[in-house]
């Protein structure tokens, strides 16, 4: 008798036909990947902190969002509250959101001082800058990073365009980013941003090579959350091609083959398959849209085996 076949869905929404074995080694690279995820706070959910020990390990990235509603400072006491919790802070410095060098400079001094060595270096969605910077590479050229004390950078990359920002652009930006963390002798690494088409971060992969960026990729998936959370995200981080598939196909969307509204479909596009040589992927970040506690505690379970892979829906079920 010949080995038992199970599917997995793979790129495209095809059925990829694999042995016992090979699912099952499949579920453990899930796992292991989960484990070496990040996820999300805002400055407001600072309170869930004790609940979050629980759920992650110790010395867990967890980013510190700069919400609309949120100053600098709110996202600096924050992050060092989560850095006091036991976790590795990485707050955001949002460019559009700082009013000045001085402020910027206050803000690195005071999360040195604290113990977080790293940041997560982005524009920041608002229409228009609150004070001098309005986009990444300014932050870079105004010098306050040079004598933060920083030992990593995090910043963004967009397998599935910017509404507002050319594709030639992006790149440019990324390439410049790149040097720049050279030229200082920082640890770099991209994010990418989150979306709903599930090839994305592969074919986005196949052209980091063709510019020269060999950044370790930490690939953004939204966590646990309800579709229409998701669309209001997804607007309002400037999400393209793949959401307007969305919105014009609402009513079928568990049906089209390119797209995944759930952090398994995800993880099992991404791991089911050979990705690009150039695609350094070294972890899932998770955006925690639904709420920071049930990501992480979505984290915790698949983290810990507790799911299987459901072969006809190309996707996990959690266990309960």
């Known amino acids: 008798m010949g080995p038992v076949m199970t599917n997995v869905m793979a790129r495209g929404g095809q059925a990829l036909g694999v042995g016992l074995a090979a699912a099952a080694d499949l579920k453990q690279r899930i796992v292991e990947f989960v484990r070496a995820g990040s996820t999300e706070i805002t400055p ?28 600098l400072q709110d996202v600096v006491h924050a992050a060092l509250a989560v850095q006091r919790a036991g976790f590795s802070a990485m707050p955001h410095i949002a460019a559009r959101r700082i009013a000045n060098a001085m ?3 206050h803000a690195l001094m005071e999360l040195h001082a604290g113990g977080v060595q790293q940041i997560l270096l982005v524009a920041g969605d608002a229409s228009r800058p609150v004070g001098e910077f309005a986009n990444t590479l300014e932050i870079m050229d105004c010098g306050a990073l040079e004598d933060a004390g920083l030992a990593r950078i995090g910043v963004a990359g967009h397998p599935e365009g910017h509404k507002a920002v050319g ?10 980013k790149q040097a720049f963390a050279a030229r200082l002798g ?13 090839n994305a971060v592969a074919e986005w992969g196949h052209q980091l090579p063709r510019h020269q960026i060999d950044l370790p990729v930490h690939v953004g998936i ?15 981080c400037g999400i393209g091609a793949s959401l307007r598939t969305v919105m014009h196909n609402l009513s079928a969307v568990g049906s089209i083959a390119e797209l995944a509204i759930n952090p398994d479909q995800h993880l099992l596009r991404l791991l089911a398959t050979p990705l690009p040589a150039g695609l350094r992927m070294v972890a899932p970040h998770f955006f925690a849209f639904g709420g920071c506690l049930p990501t992480a505690r979505w984290m915790q379970q698949v983290a810990a085996g507790g799911f299987e892979i459901d072969t006809e829906a190309g996707r ?3 266990q309960k």
Request: aromatic share 10%; proline share 7%; with cysteine.
């Open 222 to 236: 939204a966590g646990p959350a309800a579709l229409s959370r998701l669309i209001q995200f997804a607007m309002k």
């Open 103 to 105: 402020a910027l400079r």
């Open 186 to 198: 920082l640890q770099m690494h991209i994010v990418s941003q989150f979306g709903f088409n599930a």
């Open 316 to 318: 996990f079920r959690l």
């Open 44 to 71: 407001g959910d600072v309170r869930y902190l004790p609940e979050l020990t629980a759920c992650l390990p110790a010395g867990t990235d967890i980013y510190v969002a700069h919400t609309p509603v949120a100053s």
């Open 167 to 176: 594709p030639l652009l992006l790149w440019e930006a990324l390439v410049a």
